[in-house]
């Protein structure tokens, strides 16, 4: 098992320690990835904290900025100020939720980890059931909505394609209407930090590292200010990346059509000579020529452009650049502290 270094044995021990004892609590960090989301900032916290307050555990909350063109980041200073375990990395840009995500974990320390919306559509009144589930030792524990509310319904129509076409073509499973809000333990967060893929499709990605897993039901909210940030060319985009990351099956299809067509071109191939040869040639033709040039081609230029999309995607991993660059850090100071414990 290449996850299980000497430390990780250590940070999963104190999941057993009622709250209180040991040498340290416990300690849950939250990952949230904030793009443009200043009117919401103030009332994610006005929720969250006090929430977080009440469980008992030691806490953090990891913010990344996401190059917000808004106010977020002077509120997230601002609320790094009034609380301390408030703390905030700055990306240089918008790398997208992905990666802002991925930037997140990178800065957890916590035993548990849970990624949330800035949006307030992740309720934090959820998180001690959450945490209730991985006390009893499982190692991943998803929130499953078991109600898409302000979703349209292409939105839904699209997301369950989706799913179906994943399901198919790839051998991970992805949990039905599980979205980032999860809990999962030090070790899990471990593995995923340690994957140096760039097409970072966190569905897919906590979906492949395995672990015990189990989920439990909640009622997703309606964003509580501002916009989603998905249109939907970019949401099919994300559907592709997670397609094409999770599977080979696109680049392999084409061989079996290359095949199923060679056959039947031979069948076809067989009647024509024969007829030939019985009946002589007749001319007409032209018609099955060129509908047999233009589906060829058409079938050809497909695979082309599936070919050079897994190539571009080699050539974004083989330039091996960041995934993500951070311009500055407001309160990782004592982290070097309890890290050094
Ligand atoms: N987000 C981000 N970078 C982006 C787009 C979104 O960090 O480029 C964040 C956003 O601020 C929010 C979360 O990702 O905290 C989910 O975004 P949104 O609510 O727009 O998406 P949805 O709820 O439809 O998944
Ligand atoms: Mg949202």
Redesign the pocket.
């Known amino acids: 098992d290449p996850s299980s270094g000497a430390g990780l044995k250590e940070a999963a021990a104190p999941r057993t320690l009622p709250p209180g004892q040991g040498a340290g609590r416990p300690c849950l960090s939250i990952v949230?990835?904030?793009?443009?989301?200043g009117e919401n900032v103030d009332a994610l916290f006005e929720r969250l904290t006090p929430t977080l307050d009440r469980l008992g555990m030691a806490w953090e909350v990891v913010c990344?900025n996401?190059g917000s063109r808004d106010n977020t980041l002077d509120r997230l200073i601002a609320a790094h100020g009034r609380e301390p375990r408030i703390k905030v990395v700055e990306l240089s840009r918008?790398?997208?939720?992905e990666l802002?995500l991925s930037a997140g974990l990178r800065h957890t320390t916590g035993d548990a980890i849970v990624p949330m919306?800035?949006?307030l559509?992740h309720p934090p009144e959820l998180l001690p059931d959450l945490i209730a589930r991985w006390r009893e030792g499982f190692d991943v524990v998803v929130a499953v909505r078991h109600a898409r509310i302000g979703q349209s319904f292409r939105h839904r129509l699209f997301a369950r394609a989706f799913y179906w076409v994943f399901d198919n073509l790839s051998e991970v499973r992805l949990p039905r209407e599980a979205?980032d809000f999860r809990l999962m333990d030090r070790k899990v967060v471990d593995v995923i930090n340690r994957m140096p893929e760039r097409t970072r499709f966190m569905k897919g990605i906590f979906a492949w590292v395995g672990f015990r897993q189990t989920s439990i039901p909640y009622l997703q909210g309606e964003?509580v200010g501002g916009?989603?940030?998905?249109g939907f060319v970019k949401l099919l985009r994300l559907a592709f990346d997670g397609l094409t990351a999770f599977s080979t099956f696109p680049l392999r299809v084409w061989s079996i059509v290359g095949m199923v067509v060679s056959g039947v071109a031979f069948v076809y191939i067989v009647i024509r000579l024969l007829r030939t040869l019985l009946f002589g040639i007749d001319v007409p033709g032209y018609e099955s020529l060129l509908v047999t040039i233009l589906f060829l081609g058409g079938i050809q230029l497909i695979t082309l452009g599936i070919i050079g999309d897994y190539l571009g995607r080699v050539f974004n991993e083989v330039k091996g650049r960041p995934l993500f660059i951070v311009r500055s850090v407001h309160g990782f100071d004592d982290q070097k502290v309890s890290a050094e414990r």
Do not use: L, S, T
Request: net charge negative; charged share 35%; glycine share 8%.
């Open positions: 949230i990835p904030f793009y443009n989301e990344v996401d918008n790398f997208g939720k802002a919306d800035a949006d559509q979205g964003r916009e989603a940030k998905w």
